[in-house]
């Protein structure tokens, strides 16, 4: 996986990694590759993909956030007073923008639609990054999740997997994130961390 002199480079922001495009060291291409391997992900049937590429809307992310998800795994939960409330279940997948690596999981996210204009006025969604027991994907997902996998090989990405993720960090350092405390790191903050 990483060495300990790489974490700490993972942690500075530096680019680590010896697979193209992270062997160039260029910001730019890596986020063409991650927009490349986006839209070879939305060409898989019946799948739904969406990005969050601006870093939550502040602050900085060390990963590309993708979500997909089937149309038949949208319910409406519940529709009064003009609005309604959406439950998609699908699949996260981190993707880092500082090394050839990503991480995978479920998760439930909620949307609340003004239903005249189709606006979304709300919503609720969780991260990977608040546990490890959420890099979990249950049998449910497990046909979608072969072909997200891949995908990610196809790319040469490597899907980090939750034993190798789950340890303390072997050393003590300053992580920019919002999901741990110092102390309390885990090897996966070194990797995918959002500092707002």
């Not at 003004?114 to 959420?134: F, M, Q």
């Not at 899907?159 to 300053?174: M, W």
Request: aromatic residues 12%.
């Amino acid at each position: 996986m990483f060495s300990n002199l790489q974490l700490r480079d993972l942690i500075s922001g530096k680019i680590v990694g010896n697979k193209f495009p992270y062997d160039t060291d260029n910001e730019q291409e890596i986020e063409a590759h991650i927009r490349r391997l986006f839209h070879r992900i939305n060409r898989i049937p019946n799948l739904i993909c969406e990005a969050e590429w601006h870093h939550f809307g502040s602050g900085y992310a060390s990963f590309v956030e993708f979500f997909c998800y089937l149309k038949e795994d949208v319910t409406v939960v519940e529709e009064k007073y003009g609005r309604r409330e959406e439950k998609t279940e699908g699949i996260i997948i981190d993707i880092c923008r500082s090394a050839p690596v990503a991480i995978m999981g479920e998760d439930d996210r909620y949307k609340t639609i003004r239903i005249e204009t189709n606006e979304e006025v709300g919503g609720a969604y969780g991260s990977l990054l608040d546990g490890p027991k959420r890099l979990y994907l249950s049998e449910k997902f497990q046909t979608i999740a072969e072909k997200l996998k891949q995908a990610l090989k196809e790319f040469d990405y490597e899907l980090l997997e939750v034993e190798r993720i789950n340890k303390f960090l072997p050393f003590q350092a300053k992580i920019p994130t919002l999901y741990r405390e110092p102390g309390d790191y885990l090897i996966m903050d070194a990797i995918f961390y959002w500092e707002d």
